[in-house]
């Protein structure tokens, strides 16, 4: 596949560029989708690939929702770049618009407003491999009806079981589209014997997941606005807490490996604001029954633990959120299932939830007679509404304190405690807790939000990574690198898989109050201890490999808040903002050095000289070779993401890519590139400019 994707920008032929297209059908999905980033960017600014390959977008897009959402994002994330007077007549934009309009339905629908193909040929011929030839291309493209974008979309296809309040979570129904065919007790019937539910409406498909996401984003923006990180843990508890509401549904995580599974609830209480000055990015955790496929598999129903009466799924659960604080309200009951005493089940995270949501809520009383909720359906019902007190037991039963030897919650830094937790013990903790943690079938994954961020430099480097991962497979060089998925919705905002039992250097220095090298001694035992040295050997190979990585790529901003360190003792570099013809401070050099290592890194590896620091270069040299080796496979993805771009990651222009070429090495002999090694390694150990950085971030940053 790599090789068909350096054939498609590099060749001028009509007749390779067509057979390529064509080749594209016999390739596996996984193979083409980790290039899809590189062929929308040639699609959005190569006319002539753009041809070649939409037959192939076009039928993706019709057989699958997922991949759908992915490409729209993609395309008006990379259509950012182009000009503005042409950026609306754009063939991107254009085929983005095509998606979002609910023009690529599978073919079985036969709606009349859907456009094949702006190169009007048949491919439905075959539905593998549809012949193409030079001579059959018109260029042309079918203006699409619409300018709707991906994160407001209202879509041209409507049905009348459609709700009007689609993406309102105050509704109860925001990520539900109107479809009824995966109601029928024909659908029932097919999800228990395993068959796949065919929809015959015209209701949208992919605007449930739109409206997901654009609501996780949504919450990012709104938590920007305030102040202290206190105020901003205590607001996104609330609106993840209203989130709820609106699950299950048809959506799924899309940092996720696979898209195999339906989200049923947030343990909101779980979720953290992460460390940043100017934006708010956070980390939720969300837990999901696993399916076949989550576009067509019967969606889970809403359980509700140990409760006689709760709000019927109809009522609007928060009409007060958005409503004048003078109206009257209706009595609040609390039905207690138990036999002892539950007044002390309150806690101040819940006190915290309703005072956010609800801020005019008295605090002078220690009950909850005094915070009620309305029907929006019956605005004068004086009914009361019951809420089970062992349903907020379990709710609170989230909020445990963890078990000793982790660190303690910082109002300052409330993520540490959090990555902190071993990820098995967290799993443990909130199944327990969930109505739905009884099930075969539940998981529990996490998610980073951004917004106000450009992750498409993020994305680029997880593609690098993956591929240097590769190469050093296929080659058995013992390096160690952990890429985290990237998933890129718009220029300005997207998702990070989190790595899960690692936290920062910083926080490790903060919390622990210690030197790198007494840290492993007191999570892996005595120096001589085996599992003191596994972390050690681990540490060695993560180490070196991303010295590699840094190196090639130029990661610049190395500072301890974006190196992590696990549970196994790996490290992971993360944050990759500042690469290749882009520094901090306006490139004036600060960080001048190959890469980052330190005196401290040199101590876990037992000193100058010892065996295991030896081990660091000859695994750097090894890495190396096998780099330049298979150099094939990674300058193609840089060069082709280089077209039609402004990052800043390409600011220096055709440069950018001759330099990354010579950083492989390829006239060196194994014995020069030794030397080199040897100089990278003894010049970035002995460079003051990193000690400087360092000393900057903490002066401005407090960052350890």
């Known amino acids: 596949m790599s090789i068909a994707i350096s054939y498609l920008y590099n060749s001028k032929e009509p007749g390779v560029q067509t057979y390529l297209g064509n080749r594209m059908f016999s390739f596996r999905d996984e193979d083409v989708d980790f290039y899809l980033p590189q062929m929308l960017n040639m699609y959005i ?22 991949f759908s959402i992915r490409a729209a994002w993609l395309l008006g994330a990379y259509s950012a770049d182009v000009l503005k007077p042409t950026w609306k007549n754009s063939q991107g934009v254009k085929l983005k618009h095509m998606i979002l309009n609910e023009e690529l339905r599978p073919v079985r629908q036969k709606s ?58 105050t509704s109860g129904r925001a990520f539900e589209s109107g479809c009824t065919c995966h109601k029928s007790s024909e659908a029932v019937l097919n999800d228990l014997t395993g068959r796949e539910t065919v929809c015959h409406c015209e209701a949208p498909r992919l605007m449930p997941q739109l409206e997901f996401v654009t609501a996780l984003m949504n919450i990012a923006q709104k938590l920007q606005q305030l102040p202290t990180k206190e105020q901003r843990t205590s607001r996104l508890i609330a609106e993840l807490a209203m989130l709820n509401l609106n699950l299950p549904a048809r959506v799924w995580l899309p940092t996720a490996e696979k898209a195999n599974h339906h989200i049923v609830r947030v343990p909101h209480t779980q979720a953290v604001v992460l460390n940043s000055k100017e934006k708010a990015p956070y980390l939720m955790y969300v837990e999901v029954l696993e399916c076949e496929n989550p576009v067509t598999s019967q969606v889970p129903s809403k359980i509700l633990e140990n409760t006689l009466r709760f709000t019927r799924s109809e009522e609007d659960l928060t009409h007060y959120y958005n409503r004048s604080n003078t109206s009257p309200r209706p009595e609040l009951a609390i039905y207690t299932n138990t036999d002892f005493d539950d007044a002390d089940c309150w806690s101040q995270d819940d006190d915290e939830i309703l005072q956010v949501m609800f801020p005019n809520r008295s605090k002078s009383s220690d009950t909850i ?27 609170l039963s989230e909020n445990i304190a963890a078990p000793k030897g982790k660190f303690e919650r910082d109002p300052e830094d409330p993520s540490a405690a959090a990555l902190k937790e071993p990820w098995e013990e967290k799993v443990r903790r909130i199944q327990e807790s969930s109505p739905y943690g009884h099930l075969p079938n539940w998981r529990l994954m996490s998610v980073i939000i951004k917004s106000g961020d450009d992750l498409r ?57 210690q030197l790198l090298l007494n840290y492993f001694i007191q999570e892996f035992g005595p120096i001589n201890s085996e599992e003191f040295l596994t972390a050690q050997k681990n540490f060695v190979q993560s180490c070196a490999g991303y010295c590699l990585v840094c190196y090639l790529m130029q990661v610049k901003d190395r500072h301890n808040g974006n190196i992590l360190l696990d549970s196994d003792g790996h490290i992971i570099h993360i944050d990759f903002g500042f690469i290749l013809s882009t520094s901090p401070g306006k490139n004036l050099g600060f960080e001048n050095s190959p890469f980052k290592l330190t005196h401290e890194f040199v101590e876990v590896m037992g000193g100058l000289g010892n065996d295991m620091f030896e081990y ?23 060069e082709i993401m280089q077209t039609g771009s402004q990052l800043p990651c390409f600011s220096r222009g055709v440069s950018t890519i001759r330099s990354l070429k010579e950083r492989f090495h390829l006239t060196l002999t194994e014995e020069q590139l030794q030397l080199l090694v040897d100089n990278m390694v003894e010049s970035s150990l002995n460079s003051l400019t990193t000690k400087l950085y360092d000393g900057f971030q903490y002066l401005t940053n407090g960052i350890l």
């Open 457 to 513: 430099q993020e994305l680029l480097v997880y593609q690098v990574l993956k591929q240097l991962q590769n190469i050093w497979k296929i080659e058995h060089v013992p390096l160690w690198i952990r890429p985290y998925n990237i998933v890129v919705t718009a220029n300005d905002s997207g998702m990070i898989e989190p790595v899960v039992n690692a936290v920062s250097l910083h926080q490790i220095k903060k919390h622990s109050k």
């Open 45 to 66: 600014h190569m006319h002539d690939v753009a041809e070649a390959i939409h037959p192939y977008l076009v039928h993706r897009c019709r057989s699958s929702v997922e």
């Open 369 to 395: 007679s005094q915070f009620s909720t309305e029907s929006s359906t019956s605005a004068d019902s004086k009914d009361p509404v019951y809420i089970a007190a062992g349903d907020i037991r379990r709710r």
């Open 616 to 638: 660091f270069k000859i695994l750097m040299l090894q890495g190396f070779v096998a780099s330049r080796k298979h150099m094939d496979k990674i300058i193609p993805l840089v």
């Open 112 to 169: 009349p407003s859907t456009l094949p193909s702006p190169t009007q040929h048949q491919h439905q011929q075959h539905p593998l491999c549809p012949p193409t030839s030079p001579n059959s291309i018109k260029k042309t493209h079918h203006r699409s009806r619409s300018d709707a974008t991906g994160t407001s979309i209202r879509h041209s296809i409507t049905s009348p079981n459609m709700p009007v309040l689609a993406g309102d979570l």
